[in-house]
Nanobody
């Protein structure tokens, strides 16, 4: 069956960095665009970043642009989210998702994603 397993979350201080990983199994990874979403307590889920099948196209939420970098390694079936200059408002559960439909580009609509991971907690203390 399809599994997306996130790792790398934790408790850090404002200004620190973290790298999240999402390992995929049960899918042909290179046939999926991948995205990261997050949900803070009491808030709706929001788009963070996405990357196309080849990695040639990326998209970021304005709130993380310039601080976060999404990348992927199709040989390792893994997508990453490098998070720098973390802020308290970045505190959330971060989930990765796989999108079968986007061929060359990416989408920021959560409803377009077919599979989801369980999420990993990121807590940034100020």
């Amino acid at each position: 069956q399809v599994q997306l397993v996130e790792s790398g979350g934790g408790l850090v201080q404002a200004g620190d960095s973290l790298r999240l990983s999402c390992a995929a199994s049960g899918i042909t990874f290179s046939s999926y665009a991948m995205g990261w979403f997050r949900q803070a307590p009491g808030k709706e889920q929001e788009f963070v970043a996405a990357i196309s099948r080849s990695g040639g196209s990326t998209n970021y939420a304005n709130s993380v642009k310039g601080r976060f970098t999404i990348s992927r390694d199709n040989a390792k079936n893994t997508v990453y989210l490098q998070m720098n200059s973390l802020k308290s408002e970045d505190t959330a559960v971060y989930s990765c998702a796989a999108d079968r439909q986007s061929y060359y580009g990416v989408t920021y609509f959560s409803s377009d994603y077919d599979y989801w991971g369980q999420g990993t907690q990121v807590t940034v203390s100020s």
